[in-house]
């Protein structure tokens, strides 16, 4: 059988419900507070591991833009010094010689997999607006690279494809004491091609780098970083300028002048989202 007992208390009163009210209120702030603290501290553990994977992020892209500095340089002076034996073959009728031995250091173009990835998860958010510009630019400037690293791929691929319709005088050169002017002509119009495509991309690599050695040094503000890529390619341009003259005029050439002003254009990143296309890094043949 159901009993029902009368309640033990008198009913509330209003001072009892204002105090259960009260109670509840500041149990409430209490606990959001607590949450927000450990939030907090959980944030910036989340952003002291980012700027520390940040650095070596950076690190690594310096080292390896200036591997890809170092390899493109090599490269670009043989293609010089081929251009040259054919223009001679093709506007003096000089037989074509065979090219400078190649040995280009392999190398991995400048790329930001962990930027990305810390992006597309939310990570950056917990940055500053300086470290968000700065490393922003980072990635356009890797972007760049990414597309003209592909059109230097490709303009390579064309003037191998021509070199191997040729008998082979070695390993490493084709016979053209056959070829047609038309064919020399062509092949001289893939050179010259192929040599465009590689002063585009080392004039990324060297703003890339400029950034870099800026970000590395403690500047994040974007007008610095963006003075440092200008910098860094009019001395690549001058060093350019350079080699090309030791190359045609002299073998005993020392680098004796100073830098002259130029004008680069330099990209800056106007907003932080680019989609990068993912492809093989190794700077092969």
Same mark, same amino acid.
């Given at each position: 059988? *159901? ?15 204002? &105090?259960?009210?009260?109670? &509840?209120?500041?149990?409430?702030? &209490? ?29 690594? &892209? *310096? @080292? !390896? ?12 002076? /043989? ?7 054919? @223009?001679? +073959?093709? /506007? #003096? ?7 400078? +031995? ?29 470290? *968000? ?18 059109? /230097?791929?490709?303009? #390579?691929?064309?003037?191998? #494809?021509?070199?191997? #319709? ?11 004491? @056959?070829?047609?002017?038309?064919? *020399? ?55 350019? @300028? ?9 073998? !005993? /050439? ?32």
């Amino acid at each position: 059988m *159901l009993e029902v007992h009368p309640p033990e208390r008198t009913p509330h009163t209003w001072r009892d419900f204002f &105090i259960h009210i009260a109670t &509840i209120v500041v149990g409430l702030v &209490i606990a959001v507070g607590l949450e927000q603290t450990v939030e907090a501290i959980h944030h910036r553990h989340e952003r002291s591991e980012l700027r520390e994977t940040l650095h070596r992020e950076s690190e690594q &892209i *310096l @080292k !390896d833009s200036r591997n890809t500095s170092a390899a493109l340089d090599f490269h670009q002076d /043989w293609l010089g010094r081929r251009v040259d034996q054919v @223009k001679a +073959a093709v /506007w #003096q009728q000089l037989p074509l010689g065979e090219p400078a +031995a190649y040995a280009r250091p392999a190398f991995d173009y400048p790329d930001n997999p962990l930027w990305r990835s810390a992006k597309i998860g939310g990570l950056v958010e917990r940055l500053g607006p300086d470290e *968000l510009n700065a490393y922003s630019e980072v990635e356009l400037l890797s972007g760049k690279i990414d597309v003209f690293y592909d059109d /230097w791929r490709q303009s #390579q691929s064309k003037r191998l #494809q021509l070199e191997r #319709q040729y008998p082979r005088h070695s390993l490493d050169s084709a016979d053209f004491t @056959k070829a047609s002017p038309q064919d *020399l002509r062509a092949y001289l119009g893939l050179l010259t091609a192929e040599a465009e495509s590689t002063k585009i991309l080392q004039e990324w690599d060297r703003n890339i780098q400029g950034a870099e050695e800026t970000i590395l040094n403690g500047e994040l503000r974007l007008e610095a970083i963006l003075a440092a890529e200008k910098k860094s390619s009019c001395l690549a341009s001058e060093l350019a @300028k350079d080699v090309t003259d030791r190359r045609r005029h002299s073998k !005993d /050439w020392t680098m004796t002048r100073s830098p002259a002003p130029c004008n680069v254009r330099v990209c800056s990143a106007a907003v932080w989202s680019i989609d990068i296309q993912g492809g093989n890094r190794d700077g092969s043949a």
